[in-house]
């Protein structure tokens, strides 16, 4: 009985602690994005070298980048730009709401950030992201069990095919499919807040635009851009400047989850 009871506490010492701890979901070089390079942004180290740019994606402010950054953090919303030198093996960031986090770029497969090259960071609550990695084992497990007619293309009279093979790693996945609401609320800490139901809300993404219809303050289309499991949203006719983002994962057959930048979830459906 103690043994248990041992057992629980422990269980319950670590979700409490990885519920103040960031984790590193990806680290990718993004060799389309020359931001790296613009005389404007570009950064040299003592010896003249170019920079890295890493573009960091957080829910929390960075207060401190430790070991090899060159200059100021530079914050663009969600998105915060650091810039290091070649020779920087790894760097740790301390934060506003959440423990310092150390970050090995040979753990993700880079010995260093090369110069002129700009790099993406995805940090997501380390909590979320375990219970993230046992909702896609779940998912992988029921997929290899399944038979072939879990895969269908349904059409709902809106001439747009509907993927329900889609995993979730990735806005693509949902592209030309509607997404209704069906629940939503305030998200903090990792944590679903003032849930309340709505229908007639609903998203679609074609052709890099987010139609987003049905809601309160009325139908709007937005400029998107994807980034994996992020989206960046800008209404049409304005700057693109991308403060808001999103970021959605698939909880199972009939449910997407979606949380932003701004503090909100939504459950949504095909």
Same mark, same amino acid.
Not at 66 to 78: A, F, K, L, R
């Given at each position: 009985?103690?043994?248990?009871?041992?057992?629980?506490?422990?269980?319950?010492?670590?979700?409490?602690?990885?519920?103040?701890?960031?984790?590193?979901?990806?680290?990718?070089?993004?060799? +389309?994005?020359?931001?790296?390079?613009?005389?404007?942004?570009?950064?040299?180290?003592?010896?003249?070298?170019?920079?890295?740019?890493?573009?960091?994606?957080?829910?929390?402010?960075?207060?401190?980048?430790?070991?090899?950054?060159?200059?100021?953090?530079?914050?663009?919303?969600?998105?915060?730009?650091?810039?290091?030198?070649?020779?920087?093996?790894?760097?740790?960031?301390?934060?506003?709401?959440? @423990?310092?986090?150390?970050? +090995?770029?040979?753990? @993700?497969?880079?010995?260093?950030?090369?110069?002129?090259?700009?790099?993406?960071?995805?940090?997501?609550?380390?909590?979320?992201?375990?219970?993230?990695?046992?909702?896609?084992? *779940?998912?992988?497990?029921?997929?290899?069990?399944?038979?072939?007619?879990?895969?269908?293309? =349904?059409?709902?009279?809106?001439?747009?095919?509907?993927?329900?093979?889609?995993?979730?790693?990735?806005?693509?996945?949902?592209? *030309? *499919?509607?997404?209704?609401?069906?629940?939503?609320?305030?998200?903090?800490?990792?944590?679903?807040?003032?849930?309340?139901?709505?229908?007639?809300?609903?998203?679609?993404?074609?052709?890099?635009?987010?139609?987003?219809?049905?809601?309160?303050?009325?139908?709007?289309?937005?400029?998107?851009?994807?980034?994996?499991? =992020?989206?960046?949203?800008?209404?049409?006719?304005?700057?693109?400047?991308?403060?808001?983002?999103?970021?959605?994962?698939?909880?199972?057959?009939?449910?997407?989850?979606? @949380?932003?930048?701004?503090?909100?979830?939504?459950?949504?459906?095909?």
């Amino acid at each position: 009985m103690n043994k248990l009871k041992l057992t629980i506490l422990f269980l319950f010492m670590s979700l409490a602690a990885s519920a103040q701890r960031l984790a590193v979901e990806s680290l990718k070089l993004r060799p +389309n994005d020359l931001s790296a390079r613009n005389v404007k942004n570009q950064r040299h180290d003592l010896n003249g070298k170019p920079c890295a740019l890493l573009k960091v994606m957080v829910l929390d402010d960075i207060t401190k980048c430790s070991s090899g950054n060159i200059g100021d953090i530079v914050t663009e919303g969600p998105v915060k730009l650091i810039f290091i030198t070649s020779a920087t093996p790894s760097i740790e960031l301390s934060f506003k709401y959440h @423990y310092p986090l150390t970050i +090995n770029f040979a753990d @993700y497969g880079y010995k260093h950030l090369e110069g002129n090259s700009t790099y993406e960071l995805n940090l997501v609550d380390a909590q979320q992201m375990m219970m993230g990695n046992g909702n896609s084992q *779940n998912a992988n497990t029921a997929q290899q069990t399944s038979t072939a007619t879990t895969t269908q293309n =349904v059409d709902r009279g809106n001439g747009r095919s509907l993927r329900r093979d889609a995993t979730g790693t990735n806005w693509s996945d949902y592209e *030309n *499919n509607k997404l209704s609401l069906f629940k939503y609320g305030g998200y903090k800490d990792g944590k679903e807040l003032n849930t309340f139901f709505g229908s007639g809300e609903y998203m679609l993404l074609h052709n890099g635009v987010l139609e987003w219809n049905g809601r309160q303050d009325g139908n709007t289309k937005y400029n998107a851009r994807v980034s994996g499991n =992020v989206i960046y949203i800008t209404p049409k006719g304005k700057a693109p400047s991308y403060v808001k983002w999103i970021r959605i994962e698939r909880r199972d057959d009939n449910e997407i989850f979606t @949380y932003d930048n701004l503090g909100t979830y939504r459950y949504l459906r095909f």
